[in-house]
């Protein structure tokens, strides 16, 4: 191999190396931020890429370095719009899609280049070009589950946009500025020149996307720089060796021909290191999009070249072939690296997020892209109050009424979210008081509230209380009266999402025909609804509480437990490594409807009596029986690695709760539960369970308001659930779950 080849090699390889390491990261930041702000989050990591372009260029003529690459024409400007749309469109098909959907489809971007060069007269048209992109693209999608089906032509479309632009900037820097020319762009200055003008072209990206208010830019936060400055550097350095050393090289079809070489690398990585759940059908339309793609190139590459008049450099395949085997072991080993990466939890850790496993299986993405759109649908359905700067900022520390800090799990879960929220709010001052659910002395009485500072907000702890099911005079009664009382010290209150449940209707009609009664004698209707907010988690709840509460603002909001997640299923702190195949998680109080089957004998009788389920182990618990399964003597870590880590947790021992917790739901592969908060921490730790409902529906109509926040939680497989009308069908559910590896992956 001469010195010259080995040039070329390296070349070739750390121009692959950077445009994986630049799609690879940008991959992970789309995937770890909102898709209700997908717009923002295109055109802000978009600007940032080519901004490391236009920094070069600024430095360069702050030296004074007068190179005419570095001269702002018409022709650099329009080159530039071509590379920053180009590489618009490639962040899109990312946020949209797959990585490796979106470079298979860019295969066909020398086949764009070949028409582009007919058009021009540089080469002759073959017309077997659209048979083979045809292929392309065919493949490309059958290479892709059809779960993702919508969102995958949606990402093929960004694509193809992408190919467009790149062809037209290959080319332009190309042909419009030869090599010989004193303004060649094919240069460092040349690249420098063209992101300054690409930087400029997005001008009125940034102008409409305020216009027609996509303007949520708060999204360089300590949550993604890592991830940002990687992509966008990486960027820049990939553009750098292909628009100043491969293109100066190789004629643009010579160029593409590489690319594909490159991106045939890439995409092999993406679907041996991602773990995908693909079929044998998408592998097999995978393959057949890579061969198609490198031999049809590599055929038009041949008949070009005898059609054109300019000088080639021969591209030796012995070569090429090793390159691409050295680029395959070094992106896997940098995938796997990544994602085998975690950070290790703390107990002091801040809300910053942990670093999630960078590849993941799509799945599981829209597992976590949907517990991040139900948060952001909670916060979104409050933001008038809870971003308010007016309370946000008031000197008032934001009051949390009698969160609960008894034995059941869901409420401390309750508690829990309710501080997320308030801290992920902006919230970072504030305390609490009890009434009868903060048992144990930890929190100060709130008495009438008179030791209480005036102003701000107050937070009602949510629940499942609102109604007569539950102590009515200790719980709904004494709510209801303090929301007036906190009024009048100049507070908002909000209560947390509640179920609302009156088995006497003579008591629900009462008691909100005294507390109306009671509003309208201090408040006129526009006072009390600006100042008091009742938040209901069920479409039944919310619905008969407009109607029993008018005075008051009635919403529609998730159980706010689901601002917990995600969660990690862990043997940390279990004192058994293995599970039971069942986990029942079963209540023994007036809510069960399945109190007749809840005990060891009952269920081994069902278990058995079908061949499907016979033999299987199971463990029958609650939320009392945690210290059975929690190994007390573990101190490290504390607690579980949480997306959003509250700061002042009060003197609640919440690390204990979530502990002892997820060693219970170790004990078993299944779970089946009658619990509405059960079975939401499974859903937050995307564990396989099933649940059965209560008394009066709460668990479907709760998980119903919740899931409907994103077209992500529509897949009950992906996301690891189901439900059934008795244990039987449940029995044979969990194990339906355990045979399918989809639930396990």
Request: a neutral charge; glycine letters at 6%.
């Amino acid at each position: 191999m001469e010195v010259a080849d080995v040039y070329k090699f390296f070349s070739f390889f750390f121009w692959a190396l950077f445009t994986f390491c630049s799609h690879f990261f940008a991959k992970q930041y789309f995937s770890r931020t909102s898709t209700s702000h997908v717009t923002e989050n295109v055109i802000f990591l978009t600007s940032l890429q080519v901004g490391c372009g236009a920094v070069l260029y600024v430095v360069m003529k702050l030296r004074n370095m007068h190179s005419k690459s570095l001269i702002m024409d018409y022709k650099t400007i329009l080159l530039g719009a071509c590379h920053s749309y180009g590489m618009m469109m490639t962040n899109s098909s990312m946020a949209n899609t797959t990585a490796s959907l979106t470079h298979l489809i860019k295969m066909s971007e020398p086949f764009y280049t070949t028409i582009l060069m007919a058009i021009m007269g540089k080469i002759n048209f073959n017309w077997k070009i659209l048979l083979i992109m045809s292929i392309i693209i065919t493949t490309a999608i059958g290479s892709e589950p059809m779960s993702d089906a919508q969102s995958s032509i949606v990402g093929i479309l960004f694509a193809l946009a992408s190919n467009l632009c790149y062809s037209l900037r290959n080319i332009g820097t190309k042909y419009f500025f030869p090599e010989d020319s004193s303004d060649s762009k094919t240069t460092l200055a040349g690249f420098a020149a063209i992101s300054f003008g690409g930087l400029l072209s997005l001008v009125p990206v940034w102008i409409l996307s305020f216009i027609f208010g996509f303007n949520n830019y708060s999204i360089f936060t300590n949550e993604t720089p890592e991830l940002l400055i990687i992509s966008s550097l990486s960027h820049a350095l990939y553009n750098i060796i292909s628009l100043t050393i491969i293109l100066s090289f190789f004629n643009p079809v010579q160029h593409s021909l590489l690319n594909v070489g490159k991106r045939t690398s890439i995409v092999l990585v993406f679907y041996i290191f991602s773990q995908r759940p693909f079929t044998v059908f998408n592998l097999v339309s995978a393959i057949i999009c890579l061969v198609v793609s490198i031999v049809g190139v590599k055929v038009m590459t041949a008949k070009k070249e005898s059609d054109s008049n300019n000088k080639s450099v021969e591209i030796s395949w012995k070569y090429s072939i090793l390159g691409i085997l050295i680029l395959l072991l070094t992106l896997g080993s940098i995938s796997w690296t990544a994602s085998s990466y975690t950070k290790e939890p703390s107990s002091k850790s801040t809300t910053r997020k942990a670093m999630p496993t960078i590849i993941t299986p799509p799945g599981k993405q829209n597992w976590l892209q949907c517990i991040d759109d139900i948060q952001e649908d909670i916060m979104g359905r409050l933001s008038d109050h809870l971003s308010n700067p007016a309370l946000v900022n008031h000197p008032t520390p934001l009051l949390l009424i009698d969160p609960a800090y008894g034995i059941n799990v869901g409420d401390n879960m309750i508690a829990y979210g309710e501080l997320v929220l308030i801290e992920r709010m902006g919230f970072m001052n504030h305390t609490e008081c009890k009434v009868i659910q903060s048992r144990g002395g930890v929190s100060t009485p709130c008495g009438n509230f008179t030791h209480i500072p005036d102003g701000g907000m107050a937070f009602w702890h949510g629940g499942g209380n609102w109604g007569d099911l539950w102590n009515r005079p200790a719980l709904a009664l004494p709510r209801m009266k303090t929301f007036l009382q906190l009024v009048k010290k100049g507070k908002t209150v909000i209560g947390m999402p509640q179920s609302l449940h009156y088995e006497n209707k003579k008591h629900e009609k009462g008691d909100a025909a005294e507390w109306m009664e009671a509003i309208a004698a201090e408040l006129n209707s526009e006072e009390s609804k600006a100042k008091m907010v009742l938040t209901w988690r069920q479409y039944q709840s919310f619905g008969k509480g407009a109607s029993l509460y008018p005075l008051l603002d009635n919403r529609l909001v998730p159980d706010i437990a689901f601002m917990i997640g995600p969660l990690k299923e862990s043997y940390t702190w279990s004192i058994k490594k293995t599970s039971a195949d069942i986990i029942f998680l079963l209540r023994d109080d007036k809510e069960s409807l399945h109190k007749n089957s809840r005990s060891e004998e009952a269920l081994r009788k069902i278990i058995d009596s079908n061949k499907e389920t016979r033999g299987m182990s199971f463990e029958l618990v609650d939320w009392p029986n945690r210290d059975k399964f929690f190994d007390k003597t573990v101190d490290e870590p504390l607690g579980p690695e949480f997306k959003y880590k509250v700061a002042d947790e009060g003197k609640f021992d919440y690390q204990y709760m979530f502990r002892s917790s997820i060693a219970l739901l170790a004990s078993g592969k299944v779970l089946i539960t009658d619990r509405l908060h059960s079975s939401i921490l499974a859903f937050l730790m995307h564990k396989p369970h099933v649940y059965l409902d209560q008394m009066y529906g709460k668990i479907r109509k709760t998980r119903e308001v919740a899931l409907e926040a994103s077209e992500k939680c529509k897949s009950i497989e992906e996301m690891r659930y189901d439900e059934a009308p008795s244990i039987e069908e449940a029995v044979l559910k969990a194990s339906e779950m355990l045979k399918k590896k989809s639930y396990w992956d």
